[in-house]
């Protein structure tokens, strides 16, 4: 596992923040590539996993976090590669905390239906202060659920958004997803965007940058 993930290279893009660095945004894209710019005081690190293999494509390269066998809620996870992430992860956090950053002053995030943060924080990481899901959802037999049922401590928040007009990642999907993270625990809030489609929305940017400064008062300035 440890050999495997030093031979992932990740895309990383750094915003400095506009005041003290108090808390960091592991922000994590889906396979188009993101880049957004939050005007408020800490790290935004933004990282695109770059040329892998994609089974849905029949193989072909795609910018992908982890490989799946086919875009769907009802089949296996691709686990091997899913891990490997995990621990690639788990080494930029470590980076962060060794930097001075509080583990309960980081946020990970997924945008599209790449729920790599789930992973991350659910099996890895409960102390982070929270997770926020955008088009995103398990698989119904994910590892996570598997993982919560056996944890009895906090776990970060989820705040999770979907279009209702998504065909690539059904809505039905997400909601299944945040009934069944709740279920296990999980305090998870999820907003439904009529009309929106595989995509993001205005409206969606707004939220998150709200419960982003929720979660992480105090120290925060915007300018």
Not at 16 to 33: E, M
Request: with cysteine; charged share 20%.
């Amino acid at each position: 596992m440890a050999a495997a993930s030093r031979s992932v290279l990740l895309q990383r893009c750094v915003v400095s923040p506009v005041g003290r660095h108090s808390a960091s945004l592991i922000f994590l894209h889906g396979s188009g590539g993101l880049h957004i710019h939050f005007n408020i005081a800490f790290s935004f690190l933004s990282f695109l996993f770059l040329n892998r293999p994609y089974t849905p494509m029949k193989g072909g390269i795609s910018n992908v976090w982890f490989d799946r066998y086919k875009i769907s809620n009802d089949c296996p996870e691709h686990l091997e590669s899913i891990n490997v992430m995990c621990q690639v992860l788990t080494d930029l956090i470590d980076d962060e905390v060794k930097s001075g950053i509080k583990k309960n002053r980081i946020l990970a995030i997924a945008f599209m239906w790449r729920c790599m943060a789930m992973h991350l924080a659910y099996r890895n990481h409960r102390d982070v202060a929270g997770v926020f899901a955008l088009s995103s959802f398990l698989n119904k037999a994910s590892a996570v659920y598997q993982a919560l049922q056996k944890s009895d401590g906090v776990l970060p928040e989820l705040f999770q958004c979907h279009g209702t007009a998504d065909e690539l990642v059904l809505h039905s999907w997400g909601e299944e997803t945040n009934s069944m993270l709740k279920s296990l625990g999980v305090s998870a809030k999820f907003h439904s965007f009529p009309d929106v489609y595989h995509e993001l929305s205005k409206t969606e940017l707004e939220k998150l940058k709200s419960w982003i400064l929720a979660k992480l008062p105090g120290e925060m300035e915007t300018q």
